[in-house]
């Protein structure tokens, strides 16, 4: 990893998803919409609009992302957040909070590749010979981090006021979106793609077996390790834990994924089948153990959980943007999350309702059986995995000259001839 810190482009973008990643809001948002006045009916309301407009928003804003190019998407991923979580300060109204959480679902589906895809090709363009591998671990870890210090202080600020956790997260926006500036272009010829030209590519890059055996692993893997994640409130609340105790196990879960993430950058080619094993069988084993252990759970299994969900995700990350073409790379992981959301908008509510009718111990439990069939689903895709080298399908267009420089994700992919031109260019935060 000593090679991606000699790189500014990777540490300015570590720093920078150092400070979009914290996550003061999130063991208060409930709490603060209630405190607002408003009902439990309503908050849950808006929970369902956030995450309707999160499945539906991800393929477009993908496709979006991979046209208007890398560098401006992650500018709009900092503006957006700036944005939406100063205006989470100011709601007064009913019409403002559903506005506000419609706003949010739109950022949580521009967040799915944004950093990952433009992290990929910083690494490829960059000067030094840099492992995807070790700048997405070091990332990861960094984004971890944050996660686990804004936690522990997430509480504090609110005491001071209501609104100070969100204040905080806008203007560390703020303070990335200015960082953001200084992160170069991807120097890839420049192109415009009509709604043709990338249905045509999504037709080709679906065609590549690879591309739907790490996705279909990508769907598998969140919808596995992320669903559970709605079981931890419940836990808490069972297990009768302060809210200082609470806020120890959100943060012994962070840690252990800060570990997680590191690991990953050591995964060689050759390791990646045995740790994407290893991460299933984790969430796995963490959820059975719970179950059957409740009171051991928030400092033993559940961080068992978080290392294996970020070894597992980091892997996948490098993987998706190894096989998938340039010009639908950020539309992949839009698909990815999109499919995956379909699968936890039915699973969250679910756990929930099983955890407050029976108990949290007999909800970790049924999740776990069916984890079974999700890693039973998940093993023929990481058995047939190549440890080599995979490098993206080309989706060849008609031959024209090409206009060099600028940042343009919508490129052809390396070795592909040049795509249609014009002189003009084209135009990680959900609640619990």
């Known amino acids: 990893m000593r090679t991606a810190l000699r790189s500014r482009p990777?540490?300015?973008?570590?720093?920078?998803?150092?400070l979009l990643e914290v996550q003061f809001w999130f063991p208060l948002w409930l709490i603060y919409l209630l405190d607002l006045g408003f009902p439990l009916t309503t908050a849950v309301l808006a929970d369902g609009v956030f995450r309707i407009v999160v499945v539906v928003c991800e393929l477009p804003v993908g496709v979006v992302a991979d046209l208007i190019g890398r560098r401006r998407t992650y500018l709009a991923l900092a503006a957006g957040t700036v944005l939406t979580f100063a205006a989470i300060t100011q709601?007064?109204?009913v019409e403002m909070l559903f506005g506000t959480?419609?706003?949010?679902?739109?950022?949580?589906?521009?967040?799915?590749?944004?950093?990952?895809?433009?992290?990929?090709?910083?690494?490829?363009q960059d000067e030094l010979e840099i492992s995807p591998a070790k700048a997405f671990g070091l990332v990861r870890a960094a984004g971890n981090a944050s996660v686990l210090l804004s936690l522990l202080a997430a509480g504090y600020l609110y005491e001071v006021d209501h609104r100070l956790p969100?204040?905080?997260?806008?203007?560390?926006?703020?303070?990335?979106?200015?960082l953001a500036l200084t992160l170069p272009e991807i120097r890839k010829p420049q192109?415009?793609?009509?709604?043709?030209?990338?249905?045509?590519?999504?037709?080709?890059?679906?065609?590549?077996?690879?591309?739907?055996?790490?996705?279909?692993?990508?769907?598998?893997?969140?919808l596995f390790g992320w669903s559970a994640r709605i079981l931890f409130q419940p836990l808490a609340l069972e297990l009768g834990l302060s809210a200082e105790l609470t806020g120890s196990m959100y943060a012994a879960f962070a840690a252990a994924s800060v570990l997680g993430g590191l690991t990953a950058g050591y995964v060689g080619r050759s390791h990646r089948r045995p740790a994407l094993a290893a991460a299933f069988l984790l969430i796995l084993a963490a959820?059975?153990?719970?179950?059957?252990?409740?009171?051991?759970?928030?400092?033993?299994?559940?961080?068992?959980?978080?290392?294996?969900?970020?070894?597992?995700m980091t892997v996948l990350e490098v993987l998706t943007n190894e096989v998938t073409p340039q010009p639908v790379r950020a539309l992949a992981f839009g698909v990815i999350s999109c499919l995956s959301g379909l699968g936890i908008a039915v699973a969250r509510p679910g756990l929930g309702i099983l955890s407050a009718d029976h108990s949290t111990s007999?909800?970790?439990?049924?999740?776990?059986?069916?984890?079974?069939?999700?890693?039973?689903l998940a093993v023929p895709g990481i058995r047939r995995l190549h440890p080599a080298v995979d490098k993206p399908l080309d989706l060849p267009r008609p031959a024209e000259p090409a206009v060099s420089g600028g940042d343009s994700s919508a490129a052809h992919a390396p070795g592909s001839p040049p795509a249609?031109?014009?002189?003009?260019?084209?135009?990680?935060?959900?609640?619990e």
């Open 10 to 18: 990777i540490r300015v973008f570590a720093i920078t998803q150092f």
């Open 91 to 93: 709601i007064r109204s």
């Open 101 to 124: 959480w419609v706003l949010w679902g739109v950022l949580w589906a521009l967040t799915s590749g944004a950093a990952s895809t433009y992290l990929y090709e910083l690494c490829d």
């Open 166 to 178: 969100f204040a905080v997260t806008a203007a560390l926006a703020a303070v990335a979106f200015l």
């Open 191 to 222: 192109v415009v793609s009509r709604l043709s030209s990338v249905m045509a590519d999504i037709r080709r890059a679906a065609a590549d077996p690879r591309m739907r055996r790490v996705g279909w692993l990508g769907v598998l893997l969140l």
């Open 287 to 312: 959820l059975v153990a719970t179950g059957q252990v409740l009171w051991l759970g928030p400092f033993l299994f559940l961080p068992l959980m978080g290392f294996g969900y970020a070894l597992g």
């Open 362 to 376: 007999f909800a970790f439990l049924t999740w776990a059986g069916v984890g079974l069939l999700l890693v039973g």
């Open 420 to 431: 249609r031109v014009s002189a003009s260019p084209p135009a990680s935060q959900t609640p």
